[in-house]
C-alpha cells in the first residue's frame, strides 16, 4: 500500500514507505547531500530551525514521524 505525502511548500510525494518517502524528497533537493543518512540529519536540523520542534534524524520512519507531527509533511493514505 502507497501513501501520498504533500508538504508544506505544495509538493506530492507517493510513497511506499518512509524511507521510500525521504529517498524521493532527497532526489528532489536542491542539497541531496552524500547520501540518505546526511540528507535525513540535515533535513531534521533544518525542521527544528523551521519550527523549533527536534525532529529525529534516523531511521527514516522516526523522521517522517517527526515531520508529520510537526505539520511539515501531510500523510493521504491511498486506498
Known amino acids: 500500500m502507497s501513501t501520498t ?4 511548500d505544495g509538493a506530492t510525494f507517493i510513497a511506499t514507505d518512509p524511507t521510500d518517502l525521504m529517498n524521493q524528497l532527497r532526489a ?7 547520501d540518505l543518512k546526511s540528507y535525513c540529519r540535515a533535513t531534521a536540523r533544518a525542521s ?14 522516526a523522521l517522517v514521524e517527526d ?13
Not at 505525502?5 to 508544506?8: R, V
Not at 528532489?28 to 552524500?34: L, V
Not at 527544528?48 to 520512519?61: E, F, L, S, V, Y
Not at 515531520?67 to 486506498?79: E, K, M
Open 28 to 34: 528532489d533537493s536542491f542539497n541531496p547531500e552524500k
Open 67 to 79: 515531520l508529520i507531527a510537526s505539520g511539515l509533511v501531510t500523510p493521504q493514505p491511498n486506498p
Open 48 to 61: 527544528k530551525m523551521q519550527n523549533g520542534k527536534p525532529h529525529r534524524p534516523w531511521p527514516p520512519a
Open 5 to 8: 505525502y504533500h508538504t508544506i
